[in-house]
Nanobody, 122 residues
Framework: QVQLVETGGGFVQPGGSLRLSCAAS????????????MSWYRQSPGKERELVAS????????TYADSVRGRFTISRDNAKNTVSLQMNSLKPEDTAVYFC???????????WGQGTQVIVSS
C-alpha cells in the first residue's frame, strides 16, 4: 500500500509564493520512493486535471507545463521520501487543488494524494 499526503496549500496574493510538499510512505515491495517518478497535478473547478511538473526517480530529469515553467520548481529528497513544488510569481489562474502522484518504475499503477488547495487572489 502507498500513501501520499500533500501539505502547504493556502491563500496567497498574486505575485506571492507557496511551497507544497508531499510525503510518501508505504510497504515494500509495492512502495519504493527512490524507484518512483513523482508528479504534481492540479485541477480547477470545471476543468480536467492537468500535469504541472514531474521529476524522475533520481531527480535528474524534470518536466514542466508551459504555464508554470520558470515560476515553479519541483524537487525531491529520496532520503526523506518527499517531493516538493516551489511556486513563485503565483497568478490567479494557478488557483486549483494540487495533487501529488507516484508511479513506480516499470509499473502502470498510479497512486494519488488527497490534494491541497491553493488559492491565488487579491
Amino acid at each position: 500500500q502507498v500513501q501520499l499526503v500533500e501539505t502547504g496549500g493556502g491563500f496567497v496574493q498574486p505575485g506571492g509564493s507557496l511551497r507544497l510538499s508531499c510525503a510518501a510512505s508505504g510497504t515494500a515491495p509495492l512502495f519504493s520512493f527512490r524507484n518512483s517518478a513523482m508528479s504534481w497535478y492540479r485541477q480547477s473547478p470545471g476543468k480536467e486535471r492537468e500535469l504541472v511538473a514531474s521529476i524522475s526517480h533520481t531527480g535528474e530529469q524534470t518536466t514542466y507545463a508551459d504555464s508554470v515553467r520558470g515560476r515553479f520548481t519541483i524537487s525531491r529528497d529520496n532520503a526523506k521520501n518527499t517531493v516538493s513544488l516551489q511556486m513563485n510569481s503565483l497568478k490567479p489562474e494557478d488557483t486549483a487543488v494540487y495533487f501529488c502522484k507516484l508511479r513506480r518504475r516499470f509499473s502502470a499503477n498510479d497512486y494519488w494524494g488527497q490534494g491541497t488547495q491553493v488559492i491565488v487572489s487579491s
